[in-house]
């Protein structure tokens, strides 16, 4: 299903039509339900609005988009390799979402793939500064301090909350 279709409107009693009696989905045959958006279904269009809005911040500071970037010697995707103004070329990561409970880099297994990213990248000849852009950053506990470590360590040039004006700021270094 594309991203611009709309899935048909389910109402209380779990059909598509007003005049329609209540029935259970579970009654119906398979082919007949209404279709259910899955969390990895609903993650995924997040995701790709989330990497909209970055795209869109990094245009509009200057940098010249020029995709994603397989690194296959370490294993690594690279979601927009971009030239900054200055005409370096920088490696931006992008965890974000908008919904959940754990959105952006609170979620620990999320932050730990981009720790292990910033990690892996270390290993490439000539690394571009590799920067993750977030929806959210931890705020406490083992994932503030998964993020501190990998920060000390050069794991990351730097990690830049998208919705912090100050934080985004911080681009325009590069």
């Known amino acids: 299903m594309g991203?611009?279709?709309?899935?048909?409107?389910?109402?209380?009693g779990g059909g598509t039509?007003?005049?329609?009696?209540?029935?259970?989905?579970?009654?119906?045959?398979?082919d007949q339900r209404p279709p259910v958006r899955s969390f990895q279904a609903s993650a995924g269009i997040q995701g790709r609005q989330f990497a909209e809005q970055a795209d869109t911040l990094l245009t509009h500071l200057g940098y010249e988009l020029q995709g994603r970037?397989?690194?296959?010697?370490?294993?690594?995707?690279?979601?927009?390799?971009?030239?900054?103004?200055?005409?370096?070329t920088v490696w931006f990561e992008y965890k974000g979402s908008v919904q959940g409970n754990r959105p952006g880099?609170?979620?620990?297994?999320?932050?730990?793939?981009?720790?292990?990213?910033?990690?892996?990248?270390?290993?490439?000849?000539?690394?571009a500064p590799y920067i993750v852009i977030t929806s959210h950053l931890p705020e406490a506990g083992s994932g503030a301090a998964m993020l501190d470590a990998a920060l000390r360590l050069?794991?990351?040039?730097?990690?830049?909350?998208?919705?912090?004006?100050?934080?985004?700021?911080?681009?325009?270094?590069?």
Request: charged share 25%.
């Open 154 to 174: 050069r794991f990351f040039a730097d990690v830049v909350c998208l919705y912090d004006p100050s934080a985004t700021g911080r681009l325009t270094r590069w």
């Open 105 to 127: 880099l609170r979620r620990t297994d999320t932050l730990k793939k981009a720790i292990a990213n910033g990690a892996l990248l270390r290993a490439v000849a000539d690394p």
């Open 3 to 12: 991203d611009h279709e709309q899935l048909p409107l389910t109402l209380a």
């Open 17 to 30: 039509d007003p005049g329609e009696a209540p029935s259970s989905d579970a009654a119906r045959p398979a």
């Open 69 to 88: 970037r397989v690194l296959a010697e370490v294993g690594v995707e690279i979601d927009q390799q971009a030239i900054s103004p200055t005409g370096r």
